[in-house]
Nanobody, 123 residues
């Protein structure tokens, strides 16, 4: 089982990034997915999630209106489109998968995790 994020990097305030998470070892058909971020020494912060079917989504207050989560079960891949990035969005971003139809809002509810990708928002 492996989740591999990509797409992080350095971006100026107001810019955009699209994070990808490719899954191998299982099929996303049966998994809800989520995106979290983490600062050193802090707990993982929920950002966005989508149900296994893709029909239901949830966003945190920090993500709503700026971030969009999506998944393509045929490609076993999920994405997080991030727009209007701010310096306070700087963190390590992680994707996660949870067996079952419904997503969770807490990091403890997820079964598998990617290694994380660094996003730095700075001028």
């Amino acid at each position: 089982v492996q989740l591999v994020e990509s797409g992080g990097g350095l971006v100026q305030p107001g810019g955009s990034l699209r994070l990808s998470c490719e899954v191998s070892g299982f099929t996303l058909d049966y998994y809800a997915i989520g995106w979290f971020r983490q600062l050193s020494g802090k707990e993982r912060e929920f950002l966005a999630a989508v149900s296994a079917s893709g029909m239901s989504q949830s966003y945190s207050a920090a993500a709503k209106g700026r971030f969009t989560v999506s998944k393509d079960n045929t490609k076993n891949t999920m994405w997080l489109q991030m727009n209007d990035l701010k310096p306070q969005d700087t963190a390590v971003y992680l994707c996660a998968a949870r067996l079952g139809p419904d997503y969770g809002l807490e990091h403890e509810e997820y079964d598998y995790w990617g290694q994380g990708t660094q996003v730095t928002v700075s001028s």
